[in-house]
């Protein structure tokens, strides 16, 4: 792994928003913590990062890219070109010097460009050479991710670089491997490389592509129209380009009788984190946050506190940013954040809850709901899918997220949007209601 040099990186910092103020009693301590980096450079650049490594330490990133060729991608056959098509546009996408690899996935992964278990080295000439294996993929044979992952993670592994990501491709279900053995690649794979998932079309299950961009904490989503692929893919790389520090960590201390209730990511997408702590000292643990350029997100941490006398303070919880170390250890990103409990009589203080914490835990909720309401609409419980959809609706409205309420307005006619009143569309277009599934996570940052 490359060491970070202390010139040009991003420069983290933390804020901290919450209401402090607890009744006698309470325990219940809600934070919302923004991380932003800055100064790094700007997501997208084509121009290298070297600054960010020590002298003649090579190439800073890989990328292996992963394309569905099973059978089902020859129908139509304009699907197989897009997916040349747009690959070539990621390659195009790719920084001199970046690390790379292409993969073809049936029910086997194959090597494409450049083989022999190695990455190629972005320039000119090699990025010509693998558009031209690429024109040579055809379609044919069956769907297996994990094998597609697993190769993925052995190319990456094979460039001494900090940032590894993948970009994967799947037009339909994996059925050619079971689920248990999907999980196994992607619990073999996590921490390892970040990958961002596309689902082309509609024959995909949707939980399958949002579960591997879940667990390789990259994102999701649906690209209903293959002739979209290419801007989509470039999109993509551009981002993972921009992408300037890997594996930093929320690193969350409590104090004694303190317990860690949760803590999820809130924006710009809702991703629990909880069950990925990993400890790393007395009281201490450590929540996966992925590769960094220059970005902010809003974590919401939830911290359960021993009952104090009115009058009294506790730091109910302390956070820092952390990058692992070569050879062991961590380095302290330079950014902390404090959250307090203070306990009061005065009950204008303690019943107030913050704006932010609200305005997130209706996120959570909406992204939950929608799920809930489609999940019902499949089973055939158009009541209960109703209601759930319908709140979903008055959720979106309330937080202003008007891209969530335009893609609740494809499944349900709103009747009315401020009670939650909602009728569901007698026929729903299948692209449109995957579309709803995949995006539902996404959120919007607090009004201002």
């Known amino acids: 792994m490359a060491i970070l040099s202390k010139s040009n990186v991003p420069q983290f910092s933390v804020d901290v928003y919450q209401n402090e103020y607890l009744p006698e009693g309470g325990r219940e301590v809600n934070a919302i913590v923004t991380v932003t980096a800055t100064g790094g450079g700007t997501i997208g650049s084509a121009v290298t990062a070297p600054h ?90 069956g769907t297996a991710i994990g094998t597609w992952l697993g190769l993925a993670d052995r190319l990456l592994a094979s460039a001494d670089v900090a940032i590894r990501h993948g970009i994967l491709l799947t037009d339909g279900r994996n059925e050619h491997e079971s689920p248990e053995d999907l999980k196994a690649a992607l619990d073999a794979c996590a921490g390892r490389f970040t990958c961002d998932a596309r689902g082309v079309g509609t024959d995909w299950e949707v939980k399958e592509v949002t579960g591997i961009a879940s667990a390789l904490l990259g994102s999701a989503d649906i690209v ?87 009058g009294q303070e506790m730091l109910a919880a302390r956070m820092s940013l952390v990058v692992p170390q070569p050879g062991g250890g961590v380095r302290n990103l330079g950014a902390q954040g404090l959250v307090r409990a203070v306990w009061t009589d005065d009950m204008a203080a303690s019943t107030s809850i913050n704006p932010q914490v609200a305005h997130y835990t209706g996120q959570a909720e909406l992204a939950h709901v929608i799920q809930q309401g489609l999940d019902l609409r499949k089973a055939g419980d158009m009541g209960g899918a109703t209601a759930k959809l319908g709140r979903a609706v008055q959720l979106a409205s309330a937080s202003g997220n008007a891209d969530t309420a335009k893609l609740l307005a494809k499944v349900v006619d709103v009747v009315d949007a401020a009670t939650g009143t909602v009728r569901l569309k007698a026929k729903v277009e299948e692209a449109d209601e995957m579309t709803l599934e995949t995006r539902s996570t996404k959120t919007v940052r607090v009004k201002k």
Not at 90 to 106: C, K
Not at 253 to 272: D, H, I, L, M, S
């Open 52 to 141: 960010l490594y020590s002298p003649g330490e090579g190439p800073s990133a890989a990328v292996v890219l992963m394309v569905d060729c099973s059978g089902s991608m020859d129908y139509p056959p304009t699907k197989m070109r897009n997916a040349r098509d747009a690959t070539a546009a990621a390659i195009d996408a790719l920084r001199d010097g970046v690390h790379f690899a292409v993969v073809g996935g049936t029910h086997v992964a194959k090597e494409v460009y450049p083989g022999g278990g190695a990455t190629a080295v972005a320039d000119a000439s090699t990025r010509e050479q693998a558009k031209r294996e690429l024109r040579k993929l055809s379609a044919g044979g």
């Open 224 to 310: 209903a129209d293959p002739a979209a692929l290419a801007a989509d893919f470039t999109q993509m790389m551009e981002t993972a380009m921009g992408k300037e520090v890997a594996d930093v960590s929320l690193r969350l201390w409590t104090p004694a009788g303190a317990t860690v209730r949760y803590v999820k990511q809130v924006a710009p997408t809702v991703e629990e984190l909880t069950g990925r702590r990993t400890e790393s000292g007395p009281r201490t643990g450590d929540y996966p946050l992925g590769s960094w350029g220059d970005e902010s997100r809003d974590y919401h941490v939830c911290v359960e506190v021993p009952p104090a006398g009115l």
